[in-house]
């Protein structure tokens, strides 16, 4: 209603962002000299998902902080157990049964209102 063309924002939008991922594929490419079949599973696929839904789809810093806490988890869990994924997986399921909105979504709904 304001006159802007919404597809071509979103072609422009979608267009950028293949650009940065296939940019950052070939960066990795480069640096390493190789790319396996492995980054194409299910477990890197799903990643951005969780890292979301940790922090709090609705919320400017949720993925953010979704990435640092998951990013550390997997860290220390993989030190410990070669079994991280499972107990990883324990945890989402406790995060969506006791913070349905992800942890600031969940903060910002009870307690903070004011939280981005």
Do not use: C, H
Request: glycine content about 12%.
């Amino acid at each position: 209603m304001l006159g802007f063309n919404i597809f071509a924002a979103k072609l422009e939008m979608f267009v950028l962002s293949g650009l940065l991922s296939g940019a950052a594929g070939g960066a990795y490419a480069l640096l390493f000299g190789y790319v396996g079949s492995t980054f194409a599973s299910f477990q890197y696929s799903i990643e951005a998902l969780l890292f979301t839904l940790l922090g709090g789809a609705g919320t400017l810093l949720g993925p953010l902080v979704g990435v640092v806490l998951m990013v550390t988890m997997i860290d220390k869990l993989s030190e410990l157990t070669s079994a991280y994924l499972l107990v990883i997986g324990v945890v989402l399921i406790a995060l969506v049964l006791w913070f349905p909105k992800g942890l600031l979504g969940t903060i910002r709904e009870r307690w903070a209102p004011w939280l981005m």
